[in-house]
T-cell receptor, first 117, second 110 residues
Framework: NAGVTQTPKFRVLKTGQSMTLLCAQDMNHEYMYWYRQDPGMGLRLIHYSVGEGTTAKGEVPDGYNVSRLKKQNFLLGLESAAPSQTSVYFC????????????????FGEGSRLTVL | TQLLEQSPQFLSIQEGENLTVYCNSSSVFSSLQWYRQEPGEGPVLLVTVVTGGEVKKLKRLTFQFGDARKDSSLHITAAQPGDTGLYLCAGAGGNTPLVFGKGTRLSVIA
């Protein structure tokens, strides 16, 4: 059972370039999330999705776009990368329980380390 | 906006010592989760506490949820090098996804 898989695991971009991070989960979870993790800042939510075809903004959505065309996939896009987007990105998924505010355990991928020069 | 403050931010102790990590907020949460993250990996859930005053034990780890459901603590007895990692608390409630604290980075030296 693969769980949550993120690709790529490492990427170096130049300022202004675009890229997409792919997250795939095989647990049939309704909810999916994209977080970024920076030193001393913990996990900050970028965007999330409560189901196929739906997305919502999190705490730090600027500069990112997302799509959830299939239930098992959640894509995070950077249209014009900036050095401030250098970070480790984590995708997570969870079952639908009592609503997005009462979700159960989050299952995380191994992370994607992005460096923007 | 719900905020979770974790303390201390960093902790370095000798093997065999005891320690406590705190997670505090001014907001009430319906439940609180604790995760541990090792280098190069994603966080993994340790425990979820739901009821005010609840105490859960996981081997040498003891988790407590405050009576008012605004705070929580993690106590490790006789720490071992394998306990090294980043400990994150996360609060659930309301109409928003989990809110994470900034974490406590623990280093246990043999």
């Amino acid at each position: 059972n693969a769980g949550v898989t993120q690709t790529p695991k490492f990427r170096v971009l130049k300022t202004g370039q675009s890229m997409t991070l792919l997250c795939a989960q095989d647990m049939n979870h309704e909810y999916m999330y994209w977080y970024r993790q920076d030193p001393g800042m913990g996990l900050r939510l970028i965007h999330y999705s409560v189901g196929e075809g739906t997305t919502a903004k999190g705490e730090v959505p600027d500069g990112y776009n997302v799509s959830r065309l299939k239930k098992q996939n959640f894509l995070l896009g950077l249209e014009s990368a900036a050095p401030s987007q250098t970070s480790v990105y984590f995708c997570a998924s969870s079952y639908r329980t009592g609503g997005i505010g009462n979700t159960g355990e989050l299952f995380f991928g191994e992370g994607s380390r992005l460096t923007v020069l | 906006t719900q905020l979770l403050e974790q303390s201390p931010q960093f902790l370095s102790i000798q093997e065999g010592e005891n320690l406590t990590v705190y997670c505090n907020s001014s907001s009430v949460f319906s439940s609180l989760q604790w995760y541990r993250q090792e280098p190069g990996e994603g966080p993994v859930l340790l425990v979820t506490v739901v009821t005010g005053g609840e105490v859960k034990k996981l081997k040498r780890l003891t988790f407590q949820f405050g009576d008012a459901r605004k705070d929580s603590s993690l106590h490790i007895t006789a720490a071992q090098p394998g306990d090294t990692g980043l400990y994150l608390c996360a609060g659930a409630g309301g109409n928003t996804p989990l809110v994470f604290g900034k974490g406590t980075r623990l280093s246990v030296i043999a």
